[in-house]
């Protein structure tokens, strides 16, 4: 059995929580801590936002019967609903493999929140998404079509900016999430020794990734959390054009967040040359 203090498992656990320590520290440092910690707090203030606007009756998502009595929530509006939530989540994970440094992880969770707010989106005006998801573990030809209803162009078919944006933020994403050989480029560990009568060669690959210089870690680190930041405000977006709440207050709070606050600060601490796309 190996023991607890040389599994690599520990060892991980515990560099992890160092990473946490550094990280933050720095996050916070250059002024980018409050930016990260900001995103959770207007997915909040949204999910009240849209409470509001059912409690005002301005929407109501709600099934009725014959005598127009309440009978359930509408499907529809639940599935985008669990959607939002769903980004929400990722959000926070994909923040949680910046901090401990497994930094190409966070991708997986970017892909797929861009998709769910793609997803919610489309669902809009392609009503068989709903049905197609109610059967998709179900049904193979369910799952086929689903994906086909799905996939990045029909999401992103527009060249309107948010679109644009978040096609080559799915793409990226989905660069460091289907292939492994992109990250291993920032993990593997080599070396080569050669004396008189041997040779010494040795691979090991670590769950942390490191800059490729010229850039710094630190560099590193800043223009992944400015690649996750700005793609998380566009998300945000398009959840605004999904239930509708363009026109209010939480919407001009989320503005002032990505136009004033956001975006200034990424150009000040980050080079022309390291803006996320």
Not at 115 to 122: H, I, L, P, Q, S
Not at 143 to 153: E, N, V
């Amino acid at each position: 059995m190996i023991k607890e203090e040389v599994n690599p498992i520990y060892r991980i656990l515990e560099n992890d929580n160092t990473n946490v320590g550094r990280t933050i520290g720095f996050l916070r440092a250059r002024g980018i801590l409050a930016l990260v910690e900001r995103v959770p707090e207007l997915y909040l203030s949204m999910f009240e936002q849209i409470g509001k606007r059912m409690r005002d009756g301005s929407v109501w998502p709600v099934d009725t019967d014959e005598r127009g009595e309440p009978t359930s929530m509408q499907k529809s509006w639940v599935f985008r609903i669990v959607l939002a939530q769903s980004a929400q989540l990722q959000y926070i994970q994909a923040v949680n493999h910046l901090l401990r440094g497994h930094i190409s992880e966070m991708y997986a969770n970017i892909r797929t929140m861009i998709e769910n707010a793609g997803v919610a989106n489309r669902s809009l005006n392609e009503k068989r998404i709903l049905e197609l998801a109610e059967s998709f573990s179900k049904d193979k030809k369910s799952r086929r079509d689903y994906i086909k209803l799905t996939s990045k162009g029909k999401l992103f078919p527009s060249d309107e900016e948010l679109d644009r944006a978040l096609s080559a933020a799915f793409d990226l994403s989905s660069y460091f999430f289907h292939s492994n050989l992109r990250p291993m480029m920032t993990r593997i560990r080599s070396s080569f020794e050669l004396t008189a009568d041997m040779w010494d060669y040795r691979l090991t690959i670590t769950p942390y990734d490191e800059a490729i210089p010229p850039m710094t870690h630190e560099e590193f680190v800043l223009k992944s959390a400015a690649q996750l930041l700005t793609i998380a405000g566009g998300v945000l977006s398009l959840w605004a054009d999904t239930f509708k709440i363009k026109d209010s207050e939480w919407y001009k709070e989320l503005k002032k967040y990505t136009d004033e606050q956001l975006i200034p600060k990424l150009k000040k601490e980050i080079p022309d040359s390291e803006q996320p796309a």
